[in-house]
């Protein structure tokens, strides 16, 4: 009789985990079908309703794991950033491309970069961030930050009184030495392959 006890409170707790797992990934697909209707609107050109829909899609759950969180803030954040440059407001994209994602966590960042630097030529235009690139990516120039074994290089362009962050380099995946050599890892990355076309 124990054990047809145990096992129906085994199966109540089965299906709870089932219940908890199947309504959060409703509620994930939620904040990802928000985010499709913003890229609609944006098609569109509808930009102050993409807007709308991205901050709605922001507050969403995006379910148990961390990663589907910073995945979806990396698309919210890359739409933004797309909208504010169609919108000439150049900062607020900057500022959008500078805040969000995990690079850490596996989200687009060389994506996240190649877009920064585009609205860097709209912004400044091409001639100009090439120049600066040029003058400022030295090694003893870059500053490097260290961070939960992720090494993290930051460029100062200072005509532009912007830093450039790069934010993905895995400290375990490089040597000491490419380490110590961060231009030329950089000048391997394909948002720096914008600046030499």
Not at 180 to 186: A, D, R, T, V
Request: with cysteine; aromatic share 16%; glycine share 6%.
């Amino acid at each position: 009789m124990r054990g047809v006890i145990k096992f129906q409170i085994m199966k109540v707790y089965l299906l709870l985990i089932f219940l908890i797992f199947v309504s959060s990934n409703i509620s994930a697909q939620d904040g990802y079908k928000l985010i499709r209707k913003a890229e609609k609107e944006i098609k569109k050109e509808n930009y102050s309703k993409a807007l709308t829909l991205l901050d709605s899609a922001e507050k969403s759950d995006y379910g148990w794991c961390g990663n589907s969180y910073y995945y979806a803030m990396g698309d919210i954040g890359i739409l933004k950033s797309q909208i504010y440059n169609k919108q000439k407001n150049y900062d607020q994209s900057l500022e959008i491309l500078d805040s969000y994602f995990g690079c850490d966590f596996g989200v687009d960042c060389e994506k996240r970069d190649s877009l920064r630097i585009e609205t860097l030529y709209l912004k400044f235009g091409k001639e100009k961030v090439i120049e600066e690139f040029t003058n400022n990516l030295k090694v003893a120039d870059i500053n490097t930050i260290k961070r939960n074994d992720y090494v993290h290089y930051l460029v100062e362009l200072p005509n532009f009184k912007y830093s450039f962050e790069i934010r993905y380099f895995d400290a375990f995946g490089f040597t000491k030495e490419e380490l110590s050599s961060p231009n030329e890892l950089i000048k391997n990355l394909p948002f720096y392959k914008l600046l030499i076309d």
